[in-house]
């Protein structure tokens, strides 16, 4: 088992940036594709980013390309989800995922945290 706590979320101006982070805890973190997702109401859950068990592969959705920096750091067993330049549609609950599979599915990934929701007003 892999327990995921997501943070960092909260309210936010629009142009504000926020960091959000993912703690793991339980199996080895390192040997986990590590994705965050979000989903807002009335819409699918959707990719945001993800990145490969070494950081040195990510992957960005179009949405949030070049406003957004995915990283982790092994060493602490956390992946963050750095966002800049925020806009009234990344509102939504944003959630960090892991899995094994290199993968935009969110059905790939095997542990989910309980989500951190992320509010951007104008």
């Known amino acids: 088992q892999l327990q995921l706590v997501e943070s960092g979320g909260g309210l936010v101006q629009v142009g504000g940036s926020l960091r959000l982070s993912c703690a793991a805890s339980g199996h080895t973190f390192s040997s986990y594709v590590m994705g965050w997702f979000r989903q807002a109401p009335g819409k699918e859950r959707e990719l945001v980013a993800h990145i490969n068990w070494s950081g040195s592969t990510k992957y960005y959705s179009d949405p949030v390309k070049g406003r957004s920096t995915i990283s982790r750091d092994n060493a602490k067993n956390t992946v963050y989800l750095q966002m800049n330049s925020l806009k009234p549609e990344d509102t939504a609950v944003y959630y960090c995922?892991?899995?094994?599979?290199?993968?935009?599915?969110?059905?790939?990934?095997?542990?989910w945290g309980q989500g951190t929701q992320v509010t951007v007003s104008s």
């Open positions: 995922a892991a899995g094994l599979t290199w993968s935009r599915a969110d059905t790939a990934y095997d542990y």
